[in-house]
T-cell receptor, first 111, second 114 residues
Framework: SQTIHQWPATLVQPVGSPLSLECTVE??????LYWYRQAAGRGLQLLFYSVGIGQISSEVPQNLSASRPQDRQFILSSKKLLLSDSGFYLC??????????FGPGTRLLVL | AQSVTQPDIHITVSEGASLELRCNYS??????LFWYVQSPGQGLQLLLKYFSGDTLVQGIKGFEAEFKRSQSSFNLRKPSVHWSDAAEYFC????????????FGKGTMLLVSP
């Protein structure tokens, strides 16, 4: 069966520091991968999605970036964090059908 | 572009009572519709989905939802709520664009009183 992992689970970072969040999927090949951010009272906002290695589509212009160095690995990065980057970051995968399956999430607090 | 409205931010229901969470969507064609549930600090779990066919769909944990095209709605229901159902519920609409991005509502927080 397929599983999705995200780490770290929680992260506290100072403003201006770099960021790297990792998402990996097991048990499937060539998934579509997605990064969402969830801020309080604002639902889920799609940040990036990827249909293959090295292919990244950005939905929202901001100081975040994403990369997909391997088929089942999706990384969310920033060179300099802002206070507004705080939130709950969720990774999701999809193959074949229309359903997306979500990871456990990473809570990021920028101070 | 598609959109989803969940008009209730919070709902409180007594344990054992019935539940209905509202979801309205905006999209020009027949959408793919989903309900997810999120417990505090956790990821999202799929409850049920509608793609086509029977407009009443059954999901996990005793939940069901009905697609009503005329009302652009996909309301979630449960006949008897349990304390463990307390969580945040998200409705989402998907478009078969090849990338299958989802647009989510802002969520409804369900509180269950004893």
């Amino acid at each position: 069966s397929q599983t999705i992992h995200q780490w770290p689970a929680t992260l506290v970072q100072p403003v201006g520091s770099p960021l790297s969040l990792e998402c990996t999927v097991e048990g499937t090949s060539n998934p579509n991968l997605y990064w969402y951010r969830q801020a309080a009272g604002r639902g889920l906002q799609l940040l990036f999605y990827s249909v293959g290695i090295g292919q990244i589509s950005s939905e929202v212009p901001q100081n975040l970036s994403a990369s997909r160095p391997q088929d089942r690995q999706f990384i969310l990065s920033s060179k300099k964090l802002l206070l507004s980057d705080s939130g709950f970051y969720l990774c999701a995968w999809r193959t074949g059908g229309e359903t997306q399956y979500f990871g456990p999430g990473t809570r990021l607090l920028v101070l | 572009a598609q959109s989803v409205t969940q008009p209730d931010i919070h709902i409180t229901v007594s344990e054992g009572a019935s539940l209905e969470l509202r979801c309205n969507y905006s999209y020009g064609a027949t959408p793919y519709l989903f309900w997810y549930v999120q417990s505090p600090g956790q990821g999202l779990q799929l409850l049920l989905k509608y793609f086509s066919g029977d407009t009443l769909v059954q999901g996990i944990k005793g939940f069901e939802a009905e697609f009503k095209r005329s009302q652009s709605s996909f309301n979630l229901r449960k006949p008897s709520v349990h304390w463990s159902d307390a969580a945040e519920y998200f409705c989402a609409v998907g478009v078969n664009s090849g990338y299958s991005t989802l647009t989510f509502g802002k969520g409804t927080m369900l509180l269950v009183s004893p």
